[in-house]
């Protein structure tokens, strides 16, 4: 299962891991998040001890959203070493598109 990423979670869990984080951005009332979100969970299952997989809400995390510049949701950002090094924005992905950019960084 993912984690919860929030603003006051962030710099612990993400720009401050020493494994890859994938983020995935999404919302309540996000159809096409609806339909990763469960991919997305696979992933964090799949990855597990190698990477960290975590979902913010956009709608708790509106400061992130804003440093990150998502426009549209769901967007997907892959950090190492509290960087983005690769994205993907919307739902048009598969589970192993997702795992392979994630497994590419560890």
Known sequence: MALTITEENFEAEVANSDIPVLVDFWAEWCGPCKMIGPMVDAVATEVEGVAKVGKCNL??????AAKYGIKSIPTLLF?????????IVGANVT??????????LA
Do not use: R
């Open 59 to 64: 709608d708790d995390g509106q400061a992130l």
């Open 79 to 87: 950090f190492k070493g509290g960087e983005v090094k690769d994205q």
């Open 95 to 104: 589970q192993s598109q997702i795992t392979e950019k994630l497994q590419a």
